[in-house]
């Protein structure tokens, strides 16, 4: 299930030890296309605090590099954020989470068969992002 979780850069939650509380004075959202979702977060993890500004992206990798860069929060998913939290360039600021509002979508030609290999992978992937079910055949 995707998910989505609000991260910074260990450095820019040094310098916004409110963060630990949850609370938003002086930091900066960072926005992107895929997850507008900030005020979900706040009403669902009880946020407190007014952010100092927003920061809007249209690209998610734009968003990225900003939260990389000591810019702000910004709320990405397991996908998105993986490499950069297991890399320790983002960190997570509190544990809630929601359930992301975007849609994944595989895609392959149904003329030409799948290797044993790619049809594992397919499988694995249904198996592990299935909420509800439109055509996988």
Not at 3 to 17: F, L
Not at 48 to 59: A, F, I, K, R, V
Not at 69 to 89: E, F, M, N, Y
Not at 109 to 134: C, E, M, Y
Request: glycine content about 8%.
């Amino acid at each position: 299930k995707l998910e989505v979780m609000a991260v910074c850069s260990p450095e820019y939650r040094s310098q916004h030890p409110g963060l630990e509380t949850g609370n938003l004075d002086g930091c900066t959202l960072l926005h992107d296309h895929l997850h507008q979702d900030w005020q979900r977060m706040i009403q669902q993890a009880g946020l407190t605090g007014h952010p100092l500004d927003n920061l809007y992206s249209d690209h998610s990798t734009l968003a990225l590099q900003a939260a990389e860069s000591h810019l702000g929060v910004w709320l990405t998913d397991q996908i998105l954020g993986k490499p950069a939290l297991d890399a320790g360039r983002l960190c997570r600021i509190f544990e809630t989470t929601l359930p992301a509002r975007r849609h994944l979508f595989l895609v392959h030609n149904r003329q030409t068969p799948l290797s044993d290999a790619a049809t594992t992978v397919k499988q694995w992937i249904l198996d592990h992002f299935r909420l509800g079910s439109a055509t996988d055949g």
